[in-house]
């Protein structure tokens, strides 16, 4: 059964900082090569790309909003993803949820149509 099971989420002050992390199971991410992203939802709303990084972790990719706050790392030996938040803005509030590209090596995708799997997602309020 592949699972992405999302943490760390909570609430905290506008200039705070909070991580993220994102385990991953299933016999597929024994097996296979998997570009991780994270992506964030508020009601009403699309989905937005947030971050995401390679399988090799030599391709990271952010969006505009996040840049220069917002870093993303994996440990492949535990198949987790972390997004550590830096700088929160009230505007960060969302549901953020992360998702798994398999067999893609090399590159770190910004279209959610590109993920195969995805996690359930975890809140995060920024309070100003």
């Known amino acids: 059964q592949v699972q992405l099971v999302e943490s760390g989420g909570g609430l905290v002050q506008a200039g705070g900082s909070l991580r993220l992390s994102c385990a991953a199971s299933?016999?597929?991410?024994?097996?296979?090569?998997?570009?991780l992203g994270w992506f964030r939802q508020t009601p009403g709303k699309e989905r937005e790309f947030v971050a995401a990084i390679s399988w090799t972790g030599g391709s990271t990719s952010f969006s505009d909003s996040v840049k220069g706050r917002f870093t993303i790392s994996r440990d492949n030996a535990k198949k987790q993803v972390y997004l550590q938040m830096n700088n929160l803005k009230p505007e960060d509030t969302a549901v953020y949820s992360c998702a798994a590209d398999v067999g893609q090596a090399f590159r770190s995708p910004t279209q959610a149509y590109e993920y195969d799997y995805w996690g359930q997602g975890t809140q995060v309020t920024v309070s100003s």
């Open positions: 299933g016999r597929i991410f024994s097996i296979s090569s998997y570009a």
